[in-house]
T-cell receptor
Framework: GQQVMQIPQYQHVQEGEDFTTYCNSS?????IQWYKQRPGGHPVFLIQ?????EVKKQKRLTFQFGEAKKNSSLHITATQTTDVGTYFC?????????FGTGTRLQVFP | NAGVMQNPRHLVRRRGQEARLRCSPM?????VYWYRQLPEEGLKFMVY????????ESGMPKERFSAEFPKEGPSILRIQQVVRGDSAAYFC????????????FGPGTRLTVT
């Protein structure tokens, strides 16, 4: 079936280090969305990318959509303890939104 | 500006009982999605509804599970004759229209089956 894979599954970093999570699909995506879920919380929408090669920034977060619209990445510069949580990508394939497997980020002070 | 509301937040049921989960979408949203999340796992799509219509129920188990979104009132996810394996967090999300729009999630209902 259609799947959207994310790597890594887990990432532990020291506060101040950078972090990147990658999202890959075998099928071309119409758009890609990113969500963050804090421990014990619910997913919160972060951003949506639509165009091939698109790059968007939100403060220390940089989101990228691949040229072939099959992959995406989220990069966090100089992580803080508030960045802790699970980051999910979600790709639209035809008439479905497929959530990725998520990357759980732990930040040590 | 109220967000997506879900109730109850926590629900405990004994095996064989029925669980009824409610979701009120954000104001102005007519599309509702239900997801299930097991501890330490990702979101599993269950069903996508519009008012009075089921658009996609491909993620819903064929038996014991049903969902509705009536013309008036909240969307309901109903689980009949619950089993221990139904214990999970159930999230509802809403959007303005279809998948091209971002989804806003409710706080979830944590179902525990004893």
């Amino acid at each position: 079936g259609q799947q959207v894979m994310q790597i890594p599954q887990y990432q532990h970093v020291q506060e101040g280090e950078d972090f990147t999570t990658y999202c890959n699909s075998s099928t071309t995506l119409s758009n890609i969305q990113w969500y963050k879920q804090r421990p014990g919380g619910h997913p919160v929408f972060l951003i949506q990318l639509v165009k091939s090669g698109e790059v968007k920034k939100q403060k220390r977060l940089t989101f990228q959509f691949g040229e072939a619209k099959k992959n995406s990445s989220l990069h966090i510069t100089a992580t803080q303890t508030t960045d802790v949580g699970t980051y999910f990508c979600a790709g639209q394939i035809a008439d479905k939104l497929i959530f990725g497997t998520g990357t759980r980020l732990q930040v040590f002070p | 500006n109220a967000g997506v509301m879900q109730n109850p937040r926590h629900l405990v049921r004994r095996r064989g009982q029925e669980a009824r989960l409610r979701c009120s979408p954000m104001k102005g949203h007519s599309h509702v999605y239900w997801y299930r999340q097991l501890p330490e796992e990702g979101l599993k799509f269950m069903v996508y509804l519009q008012k009075e219509n089921i658009i996609d129920e491909s993620g819903m188990p064929k038996e014991r599970f049903s969902a509705e979104f009536p013309k008036e009132g909240p969307s309901i996810l109903r689980i009949q004759q619950v089993v221990r394996g139904d214990s999970a967090a159930y999230f509802c999300a809403s959007s303005r229209a279809g998948y091209i729009y971002e989804q806003y999630f409710g706080p979830g209902t944590r179902l525990t089956v004893t």
